[in-house]
């Protein structure tokens, strides 16, 4: 013992400084929880003080009484009677706790160097900023003096921790639930820091609920109710009770979220008329916190529906010259009792969705940004209740440059100047015609009207690339198409040593040219392009220009004749068409037409549809009432033959009774010749947004919307088997007019099967005196009349019916 004794002296001295005179207490100690820590009303916090150097532990070899070599390990406390309390002030109160060492809870370990103690927070209404007072108080015994002996010295270490001392909610406790008054039917909330009380039910009997808070709502009727979480933020549990106490409560519903589908809790139930009932809103896990949108709907249902969404700015097809787009819309519920929309979701073709988070979505704006092309820009709404609703959708053509297409051709004002383009994102486009003979790939395209007759003189000088040129007028002055256009001149190089193009040409009066600048073999650069207008010697030259509507042909189509000559033009109808008459510079109903040219001359040939015998062409005029002339196909709402909207005769075909963001179609599958169709057309509609559309084989060759009144069409039709189809869609909401699209007198040239001819022949079989029965064999599908005479002069036509 005394060999122990003697080396634990030895050991305690030699931690010990020969002569220590540092600042008796402790350094770097460390408080838990860490200054600045959150701290919530009524909670209990297990506060500890760990004290650095507090003892230290040496280990001691010996043997003991059976001979045997043993390590015996022995803590020496460096410091005594030491005393740690955490003390603070608040609502004028103070409280003093002390944190002890002892090994008994909260305390895990005896002389550790660690003080532990429960730190209960007081109940209150506001966030707080405190100051806790640590005060560590005992015995320094690492002093020394001169000659090494211990001198205990007493101590007193004393700073300050900030805490944020935050309050429950004020309707934590059941006996604080709040009221709810009649007619509120939105109530958003937090459950953080809430807590479950003694005696609280587990709610919806789920053995993990936390953080509940408490709401009570009176029904003013006898009706059923609707209260949900639809937009809470957190996996939730939602409850209704009634009772006074909350050990006493009786459950009405309860439901807890879904976690796989996402969806929030809701209950239905009956509710009676003057009786309160405890609403519970808790986290399904103590993790289970954040915000609470709470709904109670007197007479509500579950909300099923979705959303409306329309893009109002910019406008269906748009066209922008910078990449920067701002979209704005609405979007709503159908019903005002409905969750409501939580966000708007906007997507530009096929690239990531951009969420739009707004406190007011029935007018929402969002900027984007968009790639040179065509921008397919998609807009839907999801409500709180997770339904999405059915996208509404703009086309937006970001153009650079600007004058990529042809509808977009840049004007070339006065009569000279200087044009230029990037042509590296220009692009062609279908029917765009083979400038200079060349497929090309980038072109751009320009329109000069000129002023008066004389020469034009268009040059691409100065480009930095293989340039081919083209220039066109068009046969279509009112809606000018490229499938309307004639070639005037073209140009690849202007001579053998240059890569450029250059065109000299007549020009008239008032004509508008069209001008196409392509690069040879899609090559693409910086392009110039000059042009200088000259006049020519009064009267030298006139130029002629003719169109003609759909159902013929003119010949020829433009010109350039010298003063004074004499100029025939011809107009020739398709089959099942007739020539109307000239109209522009003369005025006349003569085919072919001769006349003496003396200025520029612009003329239009008009055909229609050929009327024989009192009687038209018509492929199907719907006079049989129905829809069986033809093989008409219609899906449901289905088109339908009526007397109500008519062109002509008694009956046309009508487009089926549609709701918003539906479709009606009615199709027509037929082997035709080439040739011109038309039908006449009538639509009653929200003006641009609802339309009627046509289109043959899936492309869309017109559309109409808002009031037009019957009026005919005509249309180009391609050999073959092809398809045609009238279209009647809505939008998301709103509409206007009748609503409703109808079509008659439809022409199209099918093409009849070839057979072989068959000479008629007539049987005659006398019955009585005066009577006979006559029996024509004949060609199928083929008219016959038949005329009878007494005399073989005079012959009188036989009545058949």
Same mark, same amino acid.
């Given at each position: 013992?005394?060999?122990?004794?003697?080396?634990?002296?030895?050991?305690f001295?030699?931690i010990?400084?020969?002569?220590?005179?540092?600042?008796?207490g402790?350094?770097?100690?460390?408080?838990?929880?860490?200054?600045?820590?959150i701290?919530?009303?009524?909670?209990?916090?297990?506060f500890?003080?760990?004290?650095?150097?507090?003892?230290?532990?040496?280990e001691?070899?010996?043997?003991?009484?059976?001979?045997?070599?043993?390590t015996?390990?022995?803590?020496?406390l460096?410091?005594?009677?030491?005393?740690?309390?955490?003390?603070?002030t608040?609502?004028?109160?103070?409280?003093n706790?002390?944190l002890?060492?002892g090994?008994?809870?909260?305390d895990?370990?005896?002389?550790?160097?660690?003080?532990?103690?429960?730190?209960?927070?007081?109940?209150?209404?506001?966030?707080?900023?405190?100051?806790?007072?640590?005060l560590?108080?005992?015995?320094?015994l690492t002093?020394?003096?001169?000659?090494?002996?211990?001198?205990?010295?007493?101590?007193?270490?004393?700073?300050?921790?900030?805490?944020?001392?935050?309050?429950?909610?004020?309707?934590d406790?059941?006996?604080?639930?709040?009221?709810?008054?009649?007619?509120?039917?939105l109530i958003?909330?937090?459950?953080?820091?809430?807590?479950?009380?003694?005696g609280?039910?587990?709610?919806?009997? $789920?053995?993990s609920?936390?953080?509940?808070?408490?709401?009570?709502?009176t029904?003013?009727?006898?009706?059923?109710v609707?209260?949900?979480?639809?937009?809470?933020?957190?996996?939730?549990v939602?409850?209704?009770?009634?009772?006074v106490? $909350?050990?006493q409560?009786?459950?009405?519903a #309860?439901?807890?979220?879904?976690?796989?589908?996402?969806?929030?809790p809701?209950?239905?139930?009956?509710a009676?008329?003057?009786?309160?009932?405890?609403i519970?809103?808790?986290?399904?896990?103590s993790?289970?916190?954040?915000?609470?949108?709470?709904?109670?709907?007197?007479?509500?249902?579950?909300?099923?529906?979705?959303?409306?969404v329309?893009?109002?700015?910019?406008d269906?097809?748009?066209?922008?010259?910078?990449n920067?787009?701002?979209?704005?819309?609405?979007?709503?519920?159908?019903?005002?009792?409905?969750?409501?929309?939580?966000?708007?979701?906007?997507?530009?073709?096929?690239?990531?969705e951009?969420?739009?988070?707004?406190d007011?979505?029935?007018s929402? #704006?969002?900027?984007?940004?968009?790639?040179?092309?065509?921008n397919?820009?998609?807009a839907?709404?999801?409500?709180?209740?997770?339904?999405?609703?059915?996208?509404d959708f703009?086309?937006?053509?970001?153009?650079?440059?600007?004058?990529?297409?042809?509808a977009?051709?840049?004007i070339?004002?006065? $009569?000279?100047?200087?044009?230029?383009?990037?042509?590296?994102?220009?692009?062609?486009?279908?029917?765009?015609?083979?400038?200079?003979?060349?497929?090309?790939?980038?072109?751009?395209?320009?329109?000069?009207?000129?002023?008066?007759?004389?020469t034009l003189?268009l040059?691409?000088?100065?480009?930095?690339?293989?340039?081919?040129l083209?220039?066109?007028?068009?046969?279509?002055?009112l809606?000018?198409?490229l499938t309307?256009?004639?070639?005037?001149?073209?140009?690849?190089d202007?001579?053998?040593?240059?890569?450029?193009?250059?065109?000299?040409f007549?020009?008239?009066?008032?004509t508008?040219?069209?001008?196409?600048v392509?690069?040879?073999?899609?090559?693409?650069?910086f392009?110039?392009?000059?042009y200088v207008?000259?006049?020519?010697?009064?009267?030298?030259?006139?130029?002629?220009? $003719?169109?003609?509507?759909?159902?013929?042909?003119?010949?020829?189509?433009?010109?350039t004749?010298?003063?004074?000559a004499?100029?025939t033009i011809?107009?020739?109808?398709?089959?099942?068409?007739?020539?109307?008459? !000239?109209?522009?510079?003369?005025?006349?109903?003569?085919?072919?037409?001769t006349?003496?040219i003396?200025?520029?001359?612009t003329?239009?040939?008009?055909?229609?549809?050929?009327?024989r015998?009192?009687?038209?062409?018509?492929?199907?005029?719907?006079?049989?009432?129905?829809?069986?002339?033809?093989?008409?196909?219609?899906?449901?709402?289905? !088109?339908?033959?009526?007397?109500n909207?008519?062109?002509?005769?008694?009956?046309?075909?009508?487009?089926?009774?549609?709701?918003?963001?539906?479709?009606?179609?009615l199709?027509?599958?037929?082997?035709?010749?080439?040739?011109?169709?038309a039908?006449?057309l009538?639509?009653?509609?929200?003006?641009?947004?609802?339309?009627?559309?046509f289109?043959i084989?899936?492309?869309?060759?017109?559309?109409?919307?808002?009031?037009?009144?019957?009026?005919?069409?005509?249309?180009?039709?391609?050999g073959?088997?092809?398809?045609?189809?009238w279209?009647?869609?809505?939008?998301?909401?709103?509409?206007?007019?009748?609503?409703?699209?109808?079509?008659?007198?439809?022409?199209?040239?099918?093409?009849v099967?070839t057979?072989?001819?068959?000479?008629?022949?007539i049987?005659?079989?006398w019955?009585?005196?005066?009577?006979?029965?006559?029996t024509?064999?004949?060609?199928?599908?083929?008219?016959?009349?038949?005329?009878?005479?007494?005399?073989?002069?005079?012959?009188?036509?036989?009545d058949?019916?």
């Amino acid at each position: 013992m005394k060999r122990i004794a003697c080396s634990l002296i030895l050991l305690f001295c030699s931690i010990l400084n020969t002569h220590s005179q540092h600042v008796p207490g402790f350094t770097n100690i460390i408080v838990t929880p860490a200054t600045n820590v959150i701290l919530v009303s009524e909670s209990t916090n297990l506060f500890t003080v760990k004290l650095p150097g507090y003892s230290v532990t040496n280990e001691v070899v010996e043997t003991d009484d059976q001979g045997n070599t043993v390590t015996n390990r022995i803590s020496v406390l460096l410091y005594s009677n030491v005393l740690v309390t955490v003390s603070f002030t608040l609502m004028q109160s103070n409280y003093n706790v002390s944190l002890f060492d002892g090994g008994f809870p909260p305390d895990k370990q005896k002389d550790d160097g660690v003080f532990s103690g429960n730190v209960i927070i007081p109940e209150i209404r506001q966030w707080t900023y405190q100051q806790f007072r640590i005060l560590i108080a005992g015995i320094d015994l690492t002093i020394t003096n001169a000659t090494g002996d211990v001198v205990p010295t007493s101590f007193t270490n004393v700073f300050v921790n900030n805490y944020v001392i935050v309050p429950r909610p004020e309707n934590d406790k059941f006996k604080n639930a709040l009221k709810v008054s009649p007619g509120t039917f939105l109530i958003t909330a937090t459950n953080n820091y809430a807590s479950i009380e003694p005696g609280e039910p587990r709610h919806a009997k $789920v053995s993990s609920v936390d953080a509940s808070v408490w709401w009570m709502w009176t029904s003013p009727v006898t009706t059923n109710v609707l209260i949900d979480l639809a937009g809470t933020s957190f996996n939730s549990v939602l409850a209704v009770y009634t009772g006074v106490s $909350v050990t006493q409560l009786v459950e009405i519903a #309860s439901a807890k979220s879904d976690t796989a589908s996402g969806k929030a809790p809701y209950v239905n139930f009956a509710a009676q008329s003057g009786v309160t009932y405890k609403i519970a809103v808790s986290g399904l896990t103590s993790n289970d916190v954040g915000n609470i949108r709470l709904r109670i709907i007197p007479g509500g249902t579950l909300d099923t529906r979705a959303p409306l969404v329309s893009i109002i700015s910019p406008d269906r097809e748009t066209i922008t010259t910078t990449n920067i787009l701002t979209i704005v819309g609405t979007a709503k519920e159908p019903l005002p009792t409905d969750s409501g929309v939580s966000n708007v979701t906007i997507r530009v073709n096929n690239g990531p969705e951009n969420y739009l988070l707004s406190d007011n979505y029935e007018s929402w #704006s969002m900027t984007l940004f968009i790639q040179p092309g065509t921008n397919l820009i998609q807009a839907y709404a999801v409500d709180y209740a997770g339904n999405q609703g059915k996208a509404d959708f703009i086309v937006v053509r970001y153009l650079d440059p600007i004058n990529d297409y042809f509808a977009n051709a840049q004007i070339l004002s006065g $009569v000279a100047g200087i044009a230029y383009a990037n042509t590296e994102r220009a692009t062609v486009e279908p029917y765009e015609p083979y400038h200079a003979g060349n497929s090309g790939g980038r072109s751009v395209w320009y329109k000069w009207t000129s002023p008066g007759s004389g020469t034009l003189q268009l040059t691409t000088e100065g480009s930095n690339f293989d340039t081919i040129l083209a220039v066109y007028v068009s046969t279509n002055q009112l809606t000018p198409l490229l499938t309307d256009l004639v070639e005037v001149v073209s140009n690849d190089d202007a001579d053998s040593t240059v890569k450029t193009s250059s065109v000299l040409f007549n020009v008239t009066t008032n004509t508008t040219y069209y001008i196409a600048v392509d690069g040879y073999g899609g090559s693409y650069g910086f392009l110039q392009l000059q042009y200088v207008y000259v006049p020519p010697e009064a009267g030298q030259y006139y130029t002629l220009v $003719v169109s003609n509507t759909a159902g013929g042909s003119v010949t020829p189509a433009y010109g350039t004749y010298k003063a004074g000559a004499r100029v025939t033009i011809t107009a020739t109808p398709d089959k099942y068409f007739e020539f109307v008459s !000239w109209s522009g510079s003369i005025n006349s109903g003569n085919n072919p037409l001769t006349f003496t040219i003396n200025q520029d001359v612009t003329l239009l040939a008009t055909f229609r549809l050929a009327i024989r015998g009192g009687d038209t062409n018509m492929t199907d005029d719907f006079e049989t009432g129905d829809l069986k002339k033809l093989a008409w196909s219609t899906q449901s709402p289905q !088109w339908f033959v009526q007397t109500n909207i008519k062109s002509s005769g008694l009956f046309s075909a009508r487009a089926g009774k549609i709701t918003d963001n539906q479709v009606t179609t009615l199709t027509l599958i037929t082997n035709t010749s080439e040739g011109t169709g038309a039908f006449d057309l009538y639509v009653s509609s929200e003006e641009n947004w609802d339309y009627l559309e046509f289109l043959i084989n899936g492309k869309l060759v017109a559309r109409w919307s808002g009031e037009v009144g019957w009026t005919n069409f005509m249309f180009s039709v391609p050999g073959g088997t092809n398809k045609f189809e009238w279209r009647y869609s809505k939008d998301a909401s709103f509409s206007g007019g009748l609503d409703t699209a109808c079509i008659d007198n439809l022409f199209l040239p099918i093409k009849v099967a070839t057979v072989q001819v068959v000479a008629p022949t007539i049987k005659i079989n006398w019955v009585k005196t005066g009577q006979a029965i006559i029996t024509l064999n004949g060609q199928p599908g083929m008219n016959y009349l038949l005329e009878a005479s007494s005399d073989l002069l005079l012959w009188l036509p036989l009545d058949t019916k």
